[in-house]
């Protein structure tokens, strides 16, 4: 039987080199003071015998294990169910990937999972976090600090007060939501109505500000609270239909919310646009041009957040924070 063959080891590609030990370290771990002819021997010999550094030896000598935890304070239902975090999670994954750096993802079903993550990241695994989808009760954030790693939010966190040091990428949820309902009243709409998001949640905090922004002295009974979900947009929506049936117009906190509604007001026989036109927020495709109409509604550019809140990590690692709040575009369908 033919044994497996050994892992190349430093002292190989030394001899392939002809250079010392030392040198191929300080190759192989990014170090300075290597003349440029001999880092190109060591390259050529790395490649040549398929050599693959010791991440543990290696991370004893860089201090960095090239790896980030992306923590999602959501059940695992909720997050492979939303294509929201499907698309952050790919912006978070190509810069890391760009960046040679393993993601390792941690969900939280429940707040016994919070010590637990806590824990791992204490424990010197990974060289940061990523954190996204916070409730303003989440323990989360504190235990993180206690943790010790460099963190950056995805959302303005709730918590922070007028602390400077709190990293987060953001969208302009209240802004982008005044575009959504000024748009709606420019159409002539004197009834809108707003199904919020999860009131926990500093998004949809904003998006409901943004709302009142337009609509200040609007009937309080076109608010209803929904999740951000599915299930919870088609129980706001029958709520407003039956306390408020004469609206003509609807902003929703997020597609997935605007999709649900599109289908009651179908079931109660009111046409799109004609009776009610509907705005939504995110313009995730998969859900925004699959709509009956298609959906207009509010374009944040979720992936790129993704990648931001990666790309400021690693460069936070490096001594160089800063927060960062994108435009939001309104895109106009068949809906509104």
């Given at each position: 039987?033919?044994?497996?063959?050994?892992?190349?080891?430093?002292?190989?590609?030394?001899?392939?080199?002809?250079?010392?030990?030392?040198?191929?370290?300080?190759?192989?771990?990014?170090?300075d003071?290597?003349?440029?002819?001999?880092?190109?021997?060591?390259?050529?010999?790395?490649?040549?015998?398929?050599?693959?550094?010791?991440?543990?030896?290696?991370?004893?000598?860089?201090?960095?294990?090239?790896?980030?935890?992306?923590?999602?304070?959501?059940?695992?239902?909720?997050?492979?169910?939303?294509?929201?975090?499907?698309?952050?999670?790919?912006?978070?994954?190509?810069?890391?990937?760009?960046?040679?750096?393993?993601?390792?993802?941690?969900?939280?079903?429940?707040?016994?999972?919070?010590?637990?993550?806590?824990?791992?990241?204490?424990?010197?695994?990974?060289?940061?976090?990523?954190?996204?989808?916070?409730?303003?009760?989440?323990?989360?954030?504190?235990?993180?600090?206690?943790?010790?790693?460099?963190?950056?939010?995805?959302?303005?966190p709730?918590?922070?007060?007028?602390?400077?040091?709190?990293?987060?990428?953001?969208?302009?949820?209240?802004?982008?939501?005044?575009?959504?309902?000024?748009?709606?009243?420019?159409?002539?709409?004197?009834?809108v109505?707003?199904?919020?998001?999860?009131?926990?949640?500093t998004?949809?905090?904003?998006?409901?500000?943004?709302?009142?922004?337009?609509?200040?002295?609007?009937?309080?009974?076109?608010?209803?609270?929904?999740?951000?979900?599915?299930?919870?947009?088609?129980?706001?929506?029958?709520e407003?239909?039956?306390?408020?049936?004469d609206?003509?117009?609807?902003?929703?906190?997020?597609?997935?919310?605007?999709?649900?509604?599109?289908?009651?007001?179908?079931?109660?026989?009111?046409?799109?646009?004609?009776?009610?036109?509907?705005?939504?927020?995110?313009?995730?495709?998969?859900?925004?041009?699959?709509?009956?109409?298609?959906?207009?509604?509010?374009?944040?550019?979720?992936?790129?957040?993704g990648?931001?809140?990666?790309?400021?990590?690693?460069?936070?690692?490096?001594?160089?924070?800063?927060?960062?709040?994108?435009?939001?575009?309104?895109?106009?369908?068949?809906?509104?």
């Amino acid at each position: 039987m033919t044994g497996i063959a050994p892992r190349p080891t430093l002292e190989a590609v030394a001899a392939r080199a002809g250079v010392s030990r030392a040198t191929v370290s300080r190759v192989v771990n990014g170090g300075d003071g290597v003349r440029e002819p001999l880092v190109e021997r060591v390259r050529r010999a790395v490649e040549e015998l398929g050599y693959v550094p010791n991440q543990a030896a290696r991370s004893l000598v860089t201090r960095r294990h090239d790896a980030v935890a992306v923590v999602v304070a959501e059940p695992e239902s909720r997050v492979f169910a939303d294509p929201f975090f499907a698309l952050q999670l790919r912006g978070i994954s190509k810069e890391l990937t760009a960046q040679d750096n393993q993601l390792v993802l941690l969900l939280t079903e429940g707040r016994d999972d919070h010590a637990r993550v806590a824990r791992y990241l204490a424990g010197g695994h990974v060289d940061g976090a990523l954190v996204f989808s916070l409730h303003l009760d989440d323990p989360l954030p504190g235990l993180i600090q206690q943790a010790g790693i460099p963190t950056v939010f995805g959302g303005r966190p709730g918590w922070n007060g007028d602390r400077n040091d709190v990293v987060y990428v953001d969208s302009d949820n209240r802004g982008g939501a005044r575009d959504a309902v000024r748009h709606l009243v420019g159409l002539g709409r004197s009834r809108v109505a707003h199904i919020t998001g999860a009131l926990d949640q500093t998004s949809a905090v904003d998006r409901l500000d943004g709302y009142r922004d337009v609509m200040g002295d609007a009937d309080p009974r076109l608010v209803a609270e929904g999740d951000f979900t599915p299930g919870g947009g088609e129980r706001a929506m029958r709520e407003l239909l039956d306390r408020c049936p004469d609206l003509d117009a609807l902003f929703a906190a997020n597609d997935l919310t605007a999709s649900s509604a599109l289908r009651v007001l179908r079931e109660r026989g009111l046409r799109v646009p004609e009776d009610v036109a509907v705005i939504g927020f995110d313009d995730m495709l998969p859900v925004a041009e699959q709509t009956d109409p298609a959906l207009t509604t509010v374009r944040q550019d979720i992936e790129e957040m993704g990648r931001l809140m990666a790309r400021l990590l690693l460069r936070g690692v490096e001594g160089e924070p800063g927060s960062v709040v994108l435009p939001t575009t309104l895109v106009r369908r068949g809906s509104a």
